[in-house]
């Protein structure tokens, strides 16, 4: 008699404990912030590297078809991504939070995005909320040793308290000047 075994690898875990920890710090101190810190440089044309801390700098550009050299993701492709990490991160902690193990996690994220100002370089006479994207729509998929309903409700919660997802949903007070 042959017997079929079936064996299940998980994602890489994070530390609960941490994870439990840090949750305890944000309880203290709801109002509490920390600060994200980069600086940019631009190459020439549309190319840039954007340093953050001790890590190899991420390179934007712009296609071709936009004037740029088409040599790294654009601009609105690095928020997309920034958000895919923020919404991965965020289902991750709180599958770890529920002690469920995730064996699958995959994000697909489009964007539909207004750029016909050209960036107020002659382009159409547009209002801020009539430029930037419009519209996001993002895919899941998630495995792990949790029925879809749960995992939906894991993926529904991290969606709600994402930092990323919250800061594209939410106007944000912004200031812009020259370095003194």
């Known amino acids: 008699m042959n017997k079929t075994e079936t064996v299940t690898s998980y994602l890489r875990p994070i530390d609960r404990d941490g994870l439990l920890e840090f949750g305890n710090?944000?309880?203290?101190?709801?109002?509490?912030?920390?600060?994200?810190?980069?600086?940019?440089?631009?190459?020439g044309q549309y190319r840039?590297?954007?340093y953050v801390g001790d890590h190899a700098p991420v390179v934007v550009d712009e296609p071709l078809h936009l004037f740029g050299q088409n040599t790294a993701p654009a601009p609105g492709?690095?928020?997309?991504?920034?958000l895919g990490g923020c919404l991965a991160v965020g289902i991750t902690a709180v599958a770890t939070y529920r002690n469920v193990k995730l064996s699958k996690l995959e994000l697909w994220i489009e964007g539909d995005i207004s750029n016909t100002a050209a960036w107020g370089a002659g382009g159409a006479d547009r209002e801020?909320?009539?430029?930037?994207?419009?519209?996001?729509?993002v895919k899941i998929a998630v495995e792990g040793d949790a029925s879809r309903e749960e995992l939906d409700e894991i993926v529904q919660?991290?969606?709600?308290?994402?930092?990323?997802a919250n800061s594209m949903r939410n106007p944000i007070p912004m200031t812009i000047g020259l370095v003194d």
């Not at 492709?77 to 920034?82: D, K």
């Open 77 to 82: 492709e690095i928020v997309l991504s920034a």
């Open 128 to 137: 801020p909320e009539q430029m930037g994207f419009q519209k996001i729509r």
């Open 48 to 50: 840039t590297l954007s």
């Open 25 to 43: 710090k944000g309880c203290s101190n709801p109002d509490g912030y920390g600060t994200n810190k980069v600086h940019t440089v631009c190459e």
């Open 157 to 164: 919660h991290a969606n709600y308290f994402s930092p990323v």
